[in-house]
């Protein structure tokens, strides 16, 4: 369990699990999300929640998504600040996970 800050204050804060991340991780959430500038901004929140409601419509089982957003993106007070630190602790999490080997023969 990872514990975010959500404002630059540090008065809020939220918690987000393991299947938060995999969650992340099985649909590349992450993947292009923040644009050459490295900024993540309320712009940045608005994609992400726009390309979530999207994956939702066509999900054969939307439930982990609607999950993310209920309990960490839709958070009230997630702002730019705080995804950025999702980010953060999302790339912490993913260097604890097992390295899985090449497959062999594969291009």
């Given at each position: 369990?990872?514990?975010?800050?959500?404002n630059a204050s540090?008065?809020?804060h939220l918690e987000v699990d393991e299947r938060h991340f995999q969650t992340l991780q099985d649909y590349a959430l992450?993947?292009?999300l923040v644009d050459s500038t490295g900024y993540v901004t309320e712009q940045t929140l608005d994609k992400l929640k726009c390309n979530i409601r999207a994956l939702i419509a066509t999900a054969d089982n939307p439930k982990p998504l609607i999950d993310l957003c209920y309990e960490v993106?839709?958070?009230?007070?997630?702002?730019?600040?705080?995804?950025?630190?999702?980010?953060?602790?999302?790339?912490?999490?993913?260097k604890t996970l097992p390295l899985t080997p090449p497959v062999e023969g594969g291009e």
């Open positions: 369990m990872f514990t975010i800050q959500l540090g008065t809020h992450f993947r292009d993106i839709y958070h009230p007070k997630m702002k730019g600040f705080g995804l950025q630190n999702l980010i953060l602790a999302y790339l912490e999490w993913e």
